[in-house]
Every structure is written in structure tokens, then in C-alpha cells.
């Protein structure tokens, strides 16, 4: 049984310390509770979180009535300053049955009143630029939603009034795509007439989704510049100004603003990081990642300056909208969600432009951990469709290198007529993927000519390097797969680059990491977020086969024992098998 247990797959614990650089970003926080209770000052239990759908709860469904009815009751000092709202444990029930409608507790938004207060999130020095405001160009500012609950979508629109200089705001232009509410029909063009800024909506009759949502009101809009918004967001202090002074700078820059948190269940605002930008991963998954080395140091020198992004998130941006249509707006082969972040980031880096995050705006956003649409057509004929165009336009051969692991979206493949949009491409004369991957991001963890890309396989133990669960960006233990596993190079879990620095990566930005100088016994290997530092540097040398640690001299091992902790660890060369490693390339193109 022991062997046998051998046999299964080998996932071996590795210990990381903390380390400042790999800050998790809210898009990667699982958490394992399904509630968070406390007691109040009052002696009042007090619950404050809930996922959906847990059957052991058996939580009714929301109600049709629940569905259409507003219930939008404020009480004057709920959610204040962006502090968590107190849900009493008696309306637990009503809060997870209305936790499904919209998968944020939508019990406690309609508790919070929609001009809510919020802190200042910015740095001292952000407040003291901007003083020339009155010169930027005007924007309008475009919310597109799909059966978005009353307060979540009021709020947005308040803090957009609240904290934006009257002088620089055109008018707001909602685009309701197709919601089935009936609280947002009349009654909300009944609301928005008396808004003190010019706002409307404007109704799409059969569902579009919301890049062609988005695309409406762009048609329309009046102002200079485009502001985006999801429809569940808060705009803090200063927000505008910071977006607006880089569009004036340079039309070209499309830019975004830091993402802070507002809690799904408790609406408690949280600032998010600011040394984060966007980037994606193998599967063009969207993920945030530590800022490349050259603009950390800018940002030792002056914090509060816009900083490059690879990508964007997508939601939340502001470009000029004479731009937005010169560049190519959006590609209107896309369906209903998802991709089309890649895909202007792509288009606009390529294509001569920029994408930006300006440190001085701050805007919260409800992430949340599924999604309440339908997906019409299903998620294959729309997010995978979607990502499948952004590949087939922009990625030259790195699109085999999704496809190859997508099976989805290759299954999309063939039926994508991309004509038009390779033509946008060439039109605008832009660069190819291979100079995005260079000088947008010259720390990408992609394959490359210059660089391995295959399985990494010890000879004594028959085992390969396995890329560890994927819980979060860094924290994991490294795995090791068994032989038969290792056989199936299809599996890109099992895949690394080894850059010609010494670098070996594999997706999601992990490195392999060990101690930079060492006692004289065995140490254990780690990974973690890679960064530039030398720790994080290996030298393969084909002749005897071993990896050695750049720095330390020592060479990558297996510990070799039956309670299989221990893993892979760096030891002193002795030229054993264990020590012993093949490079095996694996062809992507
Ligand atoms: O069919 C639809 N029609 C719509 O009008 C589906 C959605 N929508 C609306 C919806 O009501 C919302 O206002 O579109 C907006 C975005 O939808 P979400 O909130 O479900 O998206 P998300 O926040 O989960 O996802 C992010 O990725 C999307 C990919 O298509 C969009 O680009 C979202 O705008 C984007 N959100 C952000 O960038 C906010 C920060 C998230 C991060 C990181
Ligand atoms: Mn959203």
C-alpha cells in the first residue's frame, strides 16, 4: 500500500515564509469559512459573512417578490465611512436568501444610504496635485448593468456626483441591458430625472452583454473622454481628476484607477494595493502581479505617479473618446462577458497607445465569487468564444499556446470570423505579440525561442516538477509529479520556462526559490512570487546534468524519503542521481 500510495500523486509540503512582495490581491482570496460571526458591543451576535448556496443550510430561494421588489431601506449611519454594516443574526435568513439575487449581500447595501461617506484613500501628495483641474477635458461617464440591485447601482451613480468636480462631468449614461427587474424600469427614470447632474438610460430590448452595452453609450455620449464604471462601485475623493490630468497629457493613455474592495458581505470599503498591475496567465486569465522591477523603483521616487499595466481589468477605465473609436472600440464579435480587457489592452499597447494606473484614483468595486447571470448561449459561445478571438487577433503563435491547453476555447476555434479585426490590426500598422511580451512586460513567465519551455525531470527519483494547487499566487508548496504522470506532456501543470537570467517560472508568475547563502546542510527549496532577486537564479549545466543554485553553489535534489516531506531541497553537489535533471522540451507552436 505504501508503494502504491507512492504511486498516486506526490504533493509535497513546502514551508514559505511570508514575504512582502507576494501581497494577495482580492481576486485571489479564497477563504475556507462559510460564516464570520462576532459579538457585539451589545451581546449581539452578529454575522457578517455567507457564501451561497450551501445545502446543508437548506437556504429557501430568493422570492419573485424578493427578485422585483426594491427594498432599498437606509438607515442613517449604516456602512458609514466605508465601516462594515452589522446584519443581527434574526435576519440571517432573509440576508442569505437575498444573498443569491446578486451574490453580494444585497441586505446589507440596501441598509447603507447611497451618499454614503468614504475616506480619503490617497497619498498626502495626491491631494496637492491636480490644482488645474479646470483645464482637463470633460468625460461622460457610462455605467452599463444587467439586473444590478437599486442601492449597489445608486450608490455608483451618487459617488460619481459626490466626488467629481461639477466642471468636468458631461452627463451619466446608464445602459440598461435588458434587465428583467421591475424596480428598474420606471421607477428609475422616475429617480434619475431629479438627479443634479444629467443622467439617463438607455435600454438595450433583448440582452447584448456588456461590450455592446458599453459600446451604446460610447456611441452617444457627449463628453471628450469616456469614463467606464461596473455598476456596483464607489468613486472616493479625487477619483476624476487623477484620470483625467493623463488623458490631457497624452490622448493615447488609456487609464485606469487602483481597485479598492467593497466587501460582498459586509460592504466594508477596503483599499486595495497599489503596487499591482495587470497582467494574465497561460489560460488569459486576468491576474494582478507585483510591478515589474523598473517601476518599482520609479515608485520609490515618486509614489503618486501613473505607472504601465500590461492589462487592464476592464470595468473600471477612462480613454479619449475620439481614441476609443481610432483604436477600434470594442471587437462586436464579442458576446455578453469576459475577454474584452485582454483584448483592448492588447489592441491599445500593440497598436501605439498606453495603458496606465494613476495611484491617485481610487475607486471601490464588489468583487464577488460567482457570477448571478445567465450566459446566453452558454460560457462556451461567449467567454471562450470571446478569448478565442483575442487570441486568433493578437497573440500571433502564442494563440497555439492557449489553444493547446484550452480545449474550450479551441473547440471555438474554427467557427471565429476575426477578418475584420486582423484587418483593424493592420490598418493601424501595429506591433506583434512577441514586442508586447519584450517591452510591456519583460518579466512575462511566456515561452520564448530564447528561453526552455518543457518538463523538468529528475533522473534518480523518475519524478518531474508539478506546479502547485492553485489557491493563490504564491504560499504553495511545490509539487512533484510521479513518472506516469510525467509522461502526458500535455499536462501544463507540469511545465516550465527557464529563462537565459536562470529563471524557472511556470504560471501565474512562481518561481522556484531558494536561500540566497547557506549553512552547510541540506535546505529546502521554495516558490514564490518571482521577483528579480538572485535567490531566485539557477545555472543548468547539460554535461553533468544538475541545477545549481546561482548563488549558493548547492544543486537541486529530491530528499529521498518514505513520509515524503522534505520535497525538493538544494544540497551540496555529490553528483548523485537525485542531483540529476532533464531539460525535456515540449513544442507549443
Ligand atoms: O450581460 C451582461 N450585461 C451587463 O450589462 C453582463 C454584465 N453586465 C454588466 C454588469 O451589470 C456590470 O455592471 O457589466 C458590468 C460588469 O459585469 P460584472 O460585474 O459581472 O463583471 P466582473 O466585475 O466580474 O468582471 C470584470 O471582467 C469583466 C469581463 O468582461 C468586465 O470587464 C468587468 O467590467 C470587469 N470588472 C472590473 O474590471 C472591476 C474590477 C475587477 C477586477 C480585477
Ligand atoms: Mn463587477
Not at 460571526?37 to 430568493?62: F, L, R, S, T
Not at 460582498?264 to 496567465?281: C, P, Q, R, T, V
Not at 512577441?434 to 518579466?443: A, F, G, I, S, T
Request: charged residues 25%; proline residues 5%.
Amino acid at each position: 500500500p505504501i508503494l502504491l500510495f507512492f504511486k498516486t500523486i506526490i504533493i509535497i509540503v513546502i514551508w514559505i515564509n511570508a514575504n512582502k512582495q507576494t501581497e494577495i490581491h482580492p481576486k485571489h482570496i479564497f477563504r475556507e469559512n462559510n460564516q464570520e460571526e462576532y459579538i457585539d458591543k451589545n451581546g449581539i451576535k452578529v454575522v457578517i459573512g455567507h457564501y451561497v448556496g450551501n445545502p446543508a443550510k437548506k437556504i429557501p430561494n430568493a422570492t419573485y417578490d424578493m427578485l422585483n421588489t426594491n427594498n432599498f431601506h437606509p438607515q442613517p449611519n449604516a456602512g458609514r465611512n466605508g465601516n462594515p454594516v452589522v446584519i443581527e443574526s434574526r435576519d440571517l435568513l432573509t440576508m442569505q436568501q437575498l444573498f443569491q439575487i446578486n451574490r453580494f449581500n444585497l441586505l446589507a447595501s440596501d441598509k447603507i444610504p447611497l451618499n454614503r461617506s468614504l475616506p480619503d484613500f490617497r497619498r498626502k501628495k495626491c491631494a496637492l496635485k491636480y490644482n488645474d483641474s479646470s483645464t482637463y477635458p470633460k468625460t461622460s461617464v457610462i455605467i452599463v448593468f444587467h439586473n444590478e440591485a437599486w442601492s449597489t447601482l445608486l450608490r455608483t451613480v451618487w459617488s460619481v456626483i459626490n466626488r467629481s468636480p461639477s466642471e468636468l462631468l458631461e452627463e451619466i449614461i446608464l445602459v440598461d441591458d435588458a434587465s428583467e427587474r421591475e424596480f428598474l424600469k420606471n421607477p428609475l427614470d422616475d429617480y434619475i430625472a431629479s438627479l443634479p447632474v444629467k443622467t439617463f438610460v438607455i435600454r438595450s430590448p433583448e440582452r447584448i452583454g456588456l461590450i455592446k452595452a458599453r459600446l451604446k453609450g460610447a456611441k452617444i455620449a457627449k463628453g471628450e473622454v469616456l469614463t467606464f464604471l461596473d455598476a456596483h462601485c464607489e468613486c472616493t475623493k479625487g477619483w476624476l481628476e487623477a484620470l483625467l490630468s493623463v488623458i490631457k497629457n497624452d490622448r493615447k493613455t488609456v487609464v485606469c484607477p487602483v481597485i479598492d474592495i467593497i466587501h460582498d458581505d459586509s460592504f466594508a470599503y477596503i483599499k486595495s494595493f497599489e503596487l499591482h498591475w495587470g497582467a494574465f496567465n497561460w489560460n488569459l486569465q486576468f491576474r494582478w502581479y507585483s510591478l515589474g522591477g523598473k517601476e518599482m523603483t520609479l515608485r520609490k521616487i515618486d509614489a503618486t505617479q501613473p505607472f504601465p499595466s500590461p492589462t487592464m481589468a476592464g470595468g473600471l477605465f477612462a480613454i479619449d473618446k475620439s481614441y476609443f473609436f481610432e483604436i477600434g472600440s470594442y471587437d462586436e464579435g464579442m458576446n455578453i462577458w469576459g475577454g474584452e480587457n485582454l483584448e483592448m489592452s492588447f489592441r491599445v499597447w500593440q497598436c501605439g497607445g498606453r495603458i496606465e494606473i494613476a495611484p491617485c484614483s481610487h475607486v471601490g468595486h464588489i468583487f464577488r465569487k460567482s457570477s448571478p447571470y445567465t450566459f446566453p448561449g452558454g460560457i462556451n459561445k461567449t467567454l471562450f468564444a470571446n478569448l478565442a478571438r483575442v487570441a486568433l487577433v493578437w497573440m500571433d503563435e502564442w494563440a497555439n499556446l492557449y489553444f493547446k491547453f484550452n480545449e474550450k476555447a479551441r473547440e471555438m476555434r474554427d467557427s471565429q470570423n476575426v477578418t475584420s479585426r486582423l484587418e483593424l490590426r493592420k490598418r493601424l500598422q501595429c506591433k506583434n505579440f512577441e514586442w508586447y511580451l519584450d517591452n510591456v512586460w519583460p518579466q512575462h513567465f511566456f515561452p520564448k525561442e530564447d528561453r526552455f519551455f518543457g518538463q523538468i525531470k529528475n533522473i534518480g527519483e523518475d519524478l518531474c516538477l508539478l506546479k502547485p494547487e492553485r489557491k493563490g499566487l504564491s504560499n504553495q508548496p511545490m509539487g512533484l509529479a510521479t513518472i506516469d504522470r510525467c509522461l502526458n506532456d500535455d499536462i501544463e501543470d507540469e511545465l516550465f520556462v527557464m529563462t537565459k537570467e536562470g529563471f524557472i517560472m511556470t504560471d501565474d508568475s512562481i518561481c522556484l526559490d531558494a536561500p540566497e547563502r547557506e549553512g552547510l546542510g541540506p535546505s529546502k527549496v521554495r516558490i514564490m512570487a518571482c521577483s528579480a532577486y538572485s535567490r531566485q537564479k539557477w545555472v543548468y549545466n547539460e554535461k553533468t546534468q544538475e541545477l545549481r543554485h546561482l548563488t549558493n553553489q548547492k544543486c537541486l535534489d529530491v530528499y529521498n524519503s518514505d513520509s515524503l516531506e522534505g520535497g525538493l531541497i538544494i544540497k551540496k553537489c555529490n553528483g548523485a542521481n537525485s542531483q540529476k535533471w532533464l531539460l525535456k522540451r515540449v513544442s507549443w507552436k
